[in-house]
Structures are given as structure tokens and as C-alpha cells.
């Protein structure tokens, strides 16, 4: 088992870009990483204390082979001068992959958080 790190930001704190965002952002980390929705044993989400209007769980919920996978949603912690309108993801995913093997996603202004894996 590896852990796969993704974080997205937004602009407007609003259901659809949340749900569009998340979305995008889980796409992107399968495609990138050759892996399916059954091969997640969990998916931790987080998000900034600025987003209010949709759960990223809710947003992976709605994708194809999603209804299985277990989901947990958290608020990220406040720091100061950190990053606004954040939604982060930690998956737990069965793979024969090493871990420098693994492609980390971080989309949007998110790419700023991990800028040596760009």
C-alpha cells in the first residue's frame, strides 16, 4: 500500500467548483498513477475552514465506482499566511508502485504547497 497526496484550490467558495475541482483533481492522480477507484482502500480528504458550501467526499461520491471506496472529510488547520480555498487528498492505494513511483497532483494555486515535485 502507498499514499498518493492531491490538493486543488478554488476561487469561489461554491458547490459546483468544489464538486468540478475535486472531480478533476481524483481524475488526475488515477490517470496519472494507472490506478481504479477499487484499488483505494481510503480516501482522507481536507479542506480550508474558507470552504463551507460542499464536502469533497461528496465530490468523489458522484464519480463512477466511487460508492464503495470509504471517505473521510476534515477541516485543515489554520495557519497563518497558508494557502486559501485548499482542498487536499490523501489516498490509501494498493499498488505494486514504489513510492518514487508515486506522481503526487497538485493542481491550481495548490502547486505552490509542493513546488520541488513539479
Not at 505494486?96 to 494555486?109: A, P, V
Request: aromatic share 6%; with cysteine.
Amino acid at each position: 500500500m502507498q499514499g498518493i497526496r492531491g490538493a486543488i484550490t478554488v476561487e469561489n467558495d461554491a458547490k459546483e467548483e468544489i464538486i468540478t475541482a475535486v472531480q478533476k483533481m481524483l481524475k488526475a492522480i488515477l490517470d496519472e498513477n494507472d490506478i481504479t477507484s477499487e484499488d483505494i482502500g481510503a480516501a482522507i480528504f481536507s479542506a480550508t475552514d474558507d470552504i463551507k458550501s460542499a464536502f469533497p467526499a461528496f465530490a468523489a461520491r458522484q464519480l463512477p465506482g466511487w460508492n464503495l471506496v470509504p471517505l473521510f472529510d476534515a477541516q485543515q488547520l489554520d495557519i497563518e499566511n497558508s494557502i486559501r480555498k485548499c482542498i487536499r487528498v490523501l489516498l490509501l492505494v494498493n499498488t505494486d508502485k514504489t513510492q518514487k513511483e508515486i506522481k503526487h497532483i497538485y493542481l491550481g494555486r495548490a502547486a505552490t504547497l509542493r513546488p520541488d515535485i513539479h
